[in-house]
């Protein structure tokens, strides 16, 4: 009778083999407490070399994609959350950007005013860090950061082109909710609605497109 072979005893491709034939054998969460036990380092080592896969594409996909506006809208309904959101990115997509490569307009919904500490620094963040070109909010948020001189004056922002634009605003400001297509995406519903430039923008041009997209 042949003796039964201890792993000790068995090769390397024999144990692998006998490996296989256990995991097979097994289900669910004993599956998994077997496969962590004797593949943790290959299971990490994959898991490790998938984010690092990752990282290389979502880079090379930013390096590579032009991002037209980055608008933040403070307040938003939550209700208008995905599908308008959708909309307003995918209309403004298509109304500035001119489709010869990778474009998007980066629309941030999720700014709250009030004094969560979390939700202070993230406004800090959108208002200071220079990713932002466009900051939508109420009066009092807009007051709050003009008085920081955190925005541009829209007459030396836009330059020679004020002229064109200049009915639109009132003392200065621009008030979104007297466009009928802004209201039409029911994204916010407080009034006014300021449409502020941030301080480190350039693009007059985009900037330009998006006045066009809402009041012509």
């Known amino acids: 009778m042949e003796r039964e072979k201890y792993e000790s005893d068995l ?17 669910g969460k ?34 590579h994609t032009r991002v037209i506006l980055s ?7 939550y209700s208008a959350h995905g599908e308008q959101e959708e909309k307003l990115r995918e209309d403004l997509l298509g109304a500035l950007g001119d489709g010869k490569a990778r474009e998007r307009i980066n629309l941030d919904t999720t700014l709250r005013s009030g004094d969560d500490s979390g939700m202070a620094l993230k406004r800090m963040t959108v208002v200071g860090a220079g990713n932002t070109d466009l900051l939508i909010c109420d009066r009092q948020t807009w007051k709050e950061y ?14 020679e082109s004020w002229e064109q634009y200049r009915d639109l605003f009132q003392d200065g400001q621009l008030d979104l909710s ?27 041009e985009e900037v330009c497109g998006f006045l066009d997209f809402f009041f012509s």
Do not use: M
């Open 11 to 27: 090769t390397a491709r024999e144990k692998r083999q006998k490996r296989l034939e256990t995991i097979r054998s097994l289900h």
């Open 30 to 63: 004993k599956r998994a407490e077997y496969l962590w036990t004797y593949y943790r380092s290959w299971l990490l080592a994959a898991l490790l070399a998938a984010f690092g896969v990752f990282v290389l594409i979502y880079s090379w996909q930013n390096r």
């Open 71 to 77: 608008i933040a809208v403070a307040d938003a309904e």
């Open 146 to 159: 003009q008085s920081q001189g955190a925005f541009q004056e829209w007459e030396d922002f836009l330059g």
């Open 178 to 204: 007297e466009s009928p297509r802004w209201e039409s995406y029911g994204l916010t519903s407080y009034e006014p609605v300021c449409a502020a430039v941030l301080q480190d923008t350039d693009k007059k």
